[in-house]
T-cell receptor, first 116, second 113 residues
Framework: EAGVTQFPSHSVIEKGQTVTLRCDPI?????LYWYRRVMGKEIKFLLH????????ESGMPNNRFLAERTGGTYSTLKVQPAELEDSGVYFC??????????????FGPGTRLTVT | AQSVTQLGSHVSVSEGALVLLRCNYS??????LFWYVQYPNQGLQLLLK??????LVKGINGFEAEFKKSETSFHLTKPSAHMSDAAEYFC???????????FGTGTRLTIIP
């Protein structure tokens, strides 16, 4: 079974440009999460999808970030326009359907975003 | 709101020595607690989890952690370090009914041959 995949693995862009990160969750997983780690700091929650709906987007830093999940499958996270402080590693995770006491979140390898 | 504190951003131990990585949490209600490991160029992998069952939790690769409510701690241990344990380790907390994980800042473990 394929794990969570993310593309690209690394992106270098200039301030003011646009970048789109993609996440493909494990097949059949309804829950999809985005997290971000700014260098030297903790991994922070950004948002949570249940299928195609945003369940919790309390961690999104500002309106320069737009997340979508088309048809409840893969997800994209667009940053427009990018700022220097957006640099970091963006992780995607997925988990199975809700209703269970605990659903393990499986993480992808992350996308390292560098804004210069 | 919950939070996680990991003491020591870098820990070095000799091969064969005890590994102890510290994690303290704050939460208004009993949480779920996790340890994740990240090897170079890989995603986070779940090492072990506490979900209100046994307080001593055994995980993969010989790691274990003990939930101590009185100390609000969930320290990670391994009796004998192996070179392959070199990685970054993250403690995380999650509240029942809330899906998001709250992470600590991570501890990078170096094994000295």
């Amino acid at each position: 079974e394929a794990g969570v995949t993310q593309f690209p693995s690394h992106s270098v862009i200039e301030k003011g440009q646009t970048v789109t990160l993609r996440c493909d969750p494990i097949s059949g997983h309804d829950n999809l999460y985005w997290y971000r780690r700014v260098m030297g700091k903790e991994i922070k929650f950004l948002l949570h999808f249940v299928k195609e709906s945003k369940q919790d987007e309390s961690g999104m830093p500002n309106n320069r970030f737009l997340a979508e999940r088309t048809g409840g499958t893969y997800s994209t996270l667009k940053v427009q326009p990018a700022e220097l402080e957006d640099s970091g590693v963006y992780f995607c995770a997925s988990s199975a359907a809700r209703g269970q006491e605990y659903d393990e979140q499986y993480f992808g390898p992350g996308t390292r975003l560098t804004v210069t | 709101a919950q939070s996680v504190t990991q003491l020591g951003s870098h820990v070095s131990v000799s091969e064969g020595a005890l590994v102890l990585l510290r994690c303290n949490y704050s939460s208004s209600v009993p949480p779920y607690l996790f340890w994740y490991v990240q090897y170079p160029n890989q995603g986070l992998q779940l090492l072990l989890k506490y979900t209100s069952a046994a307080t001593l939790v055994k995980g993969i690769n010989g790691f274990e952690a003990e939930f101590k409510k009185s100390e609000t701690s969930f320290h990670l241990t391994k009796p004998s370090a192996h070179m392959s344990d070199a990685a970054e380790y993250f403690c995380a907390v999650r509240l029942f009914g809330n899906e998001k994980l709250t992470f600590g800042t991570g501890t990078r473990l170096t094994i000295i041959p």
